[in-house]
């Protein structure tokens, strides 16, 4: 866990009064009248601090574009489409801070949550005032193991992801796989599923610590197994360098990271020639969905800047928020939980929408991508 | 078993250099200056920017470069953290103890966050590489480039230590530490020795970081938080003030780290450490090497 008691208390403290100064505008003083006439307004909660921080834009950004979108075609039943963020620093108390901030700004629908960890604790503060959840990142078991009615995840499950971690793993031959972990609960989460999966394929699971530098002691650790295929359900900072740690080891196997891991930032960290041939489970990315590039296009002409990861999922969230509504008729909780729940169709960049009984996704859409040339290509779509 | 004690020295090294700046600041002001985990990481920053602007190294000048690099750095964290006493520290030298404390967690939030709004939240990565084939020692997979790192760490704490017990410099550090008040009555300068005194802790501090990015790669904003509070344990451990016991407890971190993951896993490596340093404070709370202190009044 992130034991930083004293430090996120202070940074609470810093980002409650930067939101308060900066909260004074539209919805300041909104009162019940003016919300049936004003904005529809749709909250995220994605890292903007913190260790994850590079995230937090890709999908903001993309959120807003969606809205721009909807709102150039009239918004929803006739009302505009606003986007408020708020940091949740992947952290369990940032971000409890602001989805209540959220939720007093009046948010008709969450569309955020990326760090699975940060998002769990802000399930009942959303859930008590009634608002739905399309969760577009964050794809913990977890989150959904608790069977709540307002939770959505448009992102493939850990089960989803471990699911196909074994069968590429299967598919390479790999015999004694060796998965680590960095003891957050999505990573831990599809350690253990794609271990239980593998069975005796599996010979140990090592966990790190994240935000260190040095791991060479868990790198010596995971050599003693002898291991064929090295499999890391972390985040890139640390997937970099463990790749790189455990190639000038000497370990010439094949290794797979996560979704968490698939960043252009991955292969700078671990140095191109070290990480090329590494393999990744992800969900599609704008980069391999085909048919993308207009949106690409459309994104980088808005922003300046590529698209990344979860911008497409983002993105969907946002679509898919306007479509319940206006099925819904109105913003009304229950109602557009009931819109989510009897959607069939909807076209989503990971192919038509259909919720399973547990608010997941029929189909994960998990591919697996190699690094080519230091950047993550498709290898193979698993299907 | 070698390879293990052989990652516990190399990691353990980066722990003392760090160590040493908590340590002697903390010996001689009684302060514990939690900024100084991110003077490590902004030494780091600083070295990025240095090589940035330096453009492309050829492979055969790296080490030359990263040396002139290295001291560069050291030369603008050691003034960075002069800086830092003067404003944020110095004039709280009078106040309550717990006011300075809070000053220190303040200032490792200003430049923490401070660097992320300048440099921005992604990783950077260093241009230059310390990367190199490995031989084996004694079984032990060993780097020309993580001997160069050690030799390093070696040569500034010998040195810092060289400079403490025989110089008149280190003396009035030692007589301040003693008795600030009887010490400017002697003639020493309190407040030019503990500006120097800062100056050299950052430096070696800034001399980590820049070690660190080289190695590793990566660097971040937050990249000082977990080694500051490493280092301030392996501060304690050997026994807080005292120089030869901070290098000692660093080290001792490492090692513990070290087996810890090998004998109880990754997951436990933290609670095997920090477990057997509680168990160890418990027996001797003054640490390895620190003296037993009665309380001045």
């Given at each position: 866990m992130r034991a930083i008691p004293l430090k996120s208390i202070a940074a609470l403290a810093a980002i409650s009064l930067l939101t308060a100064g900066c909260g004074q505008g539209l919805l300041g003083g909104a009162s019940d009248s003016d919300k049936q006439a004003g904005p529809i307004v749709l909250g995220m909660l994605i890292p903007q601090s913190g260790s994850e921080a590079a995230i937090g834009p890709y999908m903001s950004n993309a959120a807003q574009l969606a809205i721009d979108e909807i709102n150039a075609k009239g918004g929803v039943l006739g009302r505009k489409l606003e986007l408020k963020t708020a940091d949740d620093a992947c952290d369990a108390q940032s971000a409890s801070a602001g989805a209540n901030k959220l939720v007093t700004e009046g948010v008709a629908v969450s569309v955020g949550g990326y760090c699975s960890g940060a998002t769990l604790p802000t399930l009942p503060i959303f859930g008590k005032a009634g608002i739905p959840m399309i969760i577009?990142?964050?794809?913990?078991?977890?989150?959904?193991?608790?069977k709540l009615k307002h939770v959505f995840l448009i992102n493939g499950t850990g089960s989803q992801q471990a699911a196909a971690a074994q069968k590429w793993i299967a598919k390479q031959g790999g015999t004694r796989a060796v998965l680590m972990h960095d003891n957050t609960s999505y990573s831990k989460d599809i350690a253990l599923r794609t271990k239980e999966l593998l069975g005796a394929q599996a010979v140990a699971v090592e966990?790190?610590?994240?935000?260190?530098?040095?791991?060479?002691?868990?790198?010596?650790?995971v050599l003693s197994h002898k291991p064929d295929f090295v499999y890391w359900t972390g985040y890139f900072q640390e997937g970099g360098l463990i790749i790189r740690q455990l190639r000038q080891a000497g370990y010439k196997g094949s290794i797979m990271v996560g979704d968490g891991s698939v960043s252009p930032k991955l292969a700078e960290i671990a140095g191109a020639s070290t990480a090329e041939g590494v393999y990744a489970t992800m969900t599609q990315t704008p980069d391999t969905i085909q048919g993308a590039s207009g949106w690409i296009d459309a994104y980088k002409k808005k922003?300046?800047?590529?698209?990344?990861?979860?911008?497409?999922?983002?993105?969907?969230?946002?679509?898919l928020a306007a479509e319940?509504?206006?099925?819904?008729?109105?913003?009304?909780?229950?109602?557009?939980?009931?819109?989510?729940?009897a959607m069939d169709g909807f076209q989503m960049f990971?192919?038509?929408?259909?919720f399973t009984p547990e608010h997941t996704l029929a189909s994960g859409g998990f591919q697996i991508l190699v690094v080519k040339d230091g950047a993550f290509a498709l290898q193979d779509p698993l299907t | 078993m070698t390879q293990l004690v052989w990652n516990g020295l190399f990691v353990g090294s980066f722990y003392a250099l760090v160590a040493l700046g908590y340590s002697m600041v903390y010996g001689i002001i009684k302060l514990l200056n939690f900024a100084h985990g991110?003077?490590?990481?902004?030494?780091?920053?600083?070295?990025?920017?240095?090589?940035?602007?330096?453009?492309?190294?050829?492979?055969?000048?790296?080490?030359?470069?990263?040396?002139?690099?290295?001291?560069?750095?050291?030369?603008g964290t050691g003034l960075a953290g002069v800086a830092l006493e003067r404003i944020a520290y110095r004039p709280l030298r009078h106040a309550p103890r717990l006011s300075l404390l809070i000053t220190a967690v303040g200032a490792s939030f200003a430049l923490e966050y401070g660097m992320r709004a300048g440099a921005g939240a992604d990783p950077r990565v260093y241009p230059v590489r310390l990367d190199g084939a490995s031989f084996e020692v004694l079984g032990a997979r060993v780097t020309l480039q993580q001997?160069?790192?050690?030799?390093?760490?070696?040569?500034?704490?010998?040195?810092?230590?060289?400079?403490?017990?025989?110089?008149?410099?280190?003396?009035a550090m030692r007589a301040i530490a003693l008795d600030p008040r009887t010490s400017r009555l002697m003639g020493i300068d309190v407040d030019a020795v503990i500006s120097r005194t800062f100056f050299i802790g950052s430096a070696l501090a800034g001399a980590a970081g820049v070690m660190a990015g080289a190695y590793y790669g990566k660097i971040d904003f937050l990249m000082g938080f977990l080694i500051g509070l490493k280092a301030f344990t392996a501060a304690v451990i050997g026994g807080i003030g005292n120089i030869p016991g901070t290098m000692l407890g660093g080290l001792l971190l490492g090692l513990l780290e070290s087996f810890g993951t090998f004998w109880l896993g990754g997951e436990w490596r933290d609670v095997f450490a920090f477990g057997v340093l509680i168990l160890f404070l418990t027996v001797r709370p003054t640490g390895l090497l620190g003296e037993r202190v009665v309380e001045r009044v």
């Open positions: 577009p990142a964050a794809n913990s078991q977890e989150l959904v193991d608790q966990a790190v610590t994240p935000k260190e530098s040095d791991y060479s002691a868990n790198v010596t650790n922003f300046g800047s590529e698209p990344g990861p979860y911008s497409n999922q983002s993105y969907d969230a946002v679509r319940a509504i206006t099925k819904a008729g109105g913003t009304d909780g229950a109602k557009v939980i009931s819109a989510l729940e990971s192919g038509p929408l259909k | 991110d003077l490590y990481m902004l030494g780091a920053f600083v070295g990025f920017a240095i090589l940035g602007a330096a453009g492309g190294v050829s492979p055969a000048m790296t080490l030359p470069v990263l040396l002139a690099v290295l001291v560069a750095t050291m030369a001997l160069v790192l050690i030799g390093l760490a070696v040569v500034l704490m010998a040195g810092l230590n060289l400079l403490v017990t025989r110089t008149r410099e280190g003396r």
